[in-house]
């Protein structure tokens, strides 16, 4: 049994990378929205710029390099960019700590982390983010999945820029009426859309695999919000799930609730009751 004084000892989280996400997740912290949490560093590619944004904190956490949260930390939330996930996911694993990465996309493309975090002790761990219904996915997957497809709609300028758009010369500017952008599988979605569709690669994991998880992408100017409906027969129920996401006002590419749902990861890891699979 656990005595009162391991009890009180508080993990210690850290963030890599303050942008919006990073900066929220980091104030929920320092506000004390998680109990038996502490928020013990925080790293970005630039140091000056995460100096000046943890200074903004209450508490204010040690600024560090990315290479040295793992030593400070007992779980690292990684909220950097895509292309810099291998870097920060690798260094955090090979110290056998725990894991929480938003660049769920890139997950998919360095799956190889999964057998070292096996041979180190670590633990990746995938908040749901912008998407709902991942526990019922995860009960259905115990029994057989026959199929799962998810519908994202979002505003054009929530999708400018994305690597399928370009690779392809697709315009989603000055739509009138909603434009079919993307249909493929999750594997697919996650490389063509790297910052709009890290629902597809969490929902992909919790199901039956990216190969197999069926994906349309939409730019839709009828819609100020972003849009996900999952929809998946099993042998054990068919089910519809819609979820309309309020984009964030510095990043429409991505939800408010994404942070939260951050928080909420946390709290089960310290919670004395835990409600879901």
């Known amino acids: 049994m656990q005595n ?3 009890a009180s000892v508080p993990k210690r989280v850290a963030v890599a990378g303050l942008g919006v996400i990073g900066m929220r997740v980091a104030r ?33 956490p040690v600024v560090c390099s990315l290479k040295e949260l793992p030593k400070l930390a007992d779980i690292i939330v990684d909220c950097t960019p895509a292309s810099i996930f291998r870097e920060v996911a690798e260094t955090v694993i090979a110290e056998g700590k725990i894991l929480m990465p938003l660049s769920v996309a890139a997950l998919l493309e360095n799956m190889d982390l999964v057998d070292l975090a096996r041979e180190t002790g670590a633990q990746i761990i995938v ?6 219904g991942l526990d019922t996915v995860r009960a259905m997957a115990v029994g057989e999945i026959h199929s799962i497809v998810l519908e994202t709609r979002k505003p054009p300028n929530g999708l400018a820029g994305a690597p399928h758009l370009v ?3 697709i315009s989603v500017e000055d739509l009138t009426e909603a434009k079919l952008v993307f249909k493929g599988n999750a ?5 063509g859309f790297p910052a709009n569709v890290n629902v597809a690669a969490a929902l992909s994991l919790a199901g039956i695999g990216p190969d197999k998880t ?3 992408v939409w730019a839709d100017p009828a819609v100020d919000r972003n849009m996900q409906t999952v929809t998946i027969v099993s042998d054990s129920g068919d089910a519809t799930m819609k979820m309309r996401n309020i984009p964030s006002v510095e990043n429409p590419r ?13 709290k089960r890891h310290t919670a004395p009751l835990v409600s879901g699979s």
């Open 4 to 6: 009162n004084s391991q």
């Open 28 to 60: 929920y912290i320092d506000n004390g929205a998680v109990e038996g949490i502490e928020l013990s560093a925080v790293a970005s590619r630039d140091t000056e710029k995460a100096s000046k944004s943890a200074a903004e904190l209450k508490k204010v």
């Open 127 to 132: 908040p749901t983010g912008a998407i709902i």
């Open 167 to 169: 690779n392809n010369n």
């Open 187 to 191: 594997r697919e979605a996650a490389k």
């Open 214 to 216: 069926e994906v349309e």
């Open 254 to 266: 991505t939800g408010k609730i994404v942070a939260q749902s951050v928080v909420a990861t946390l």
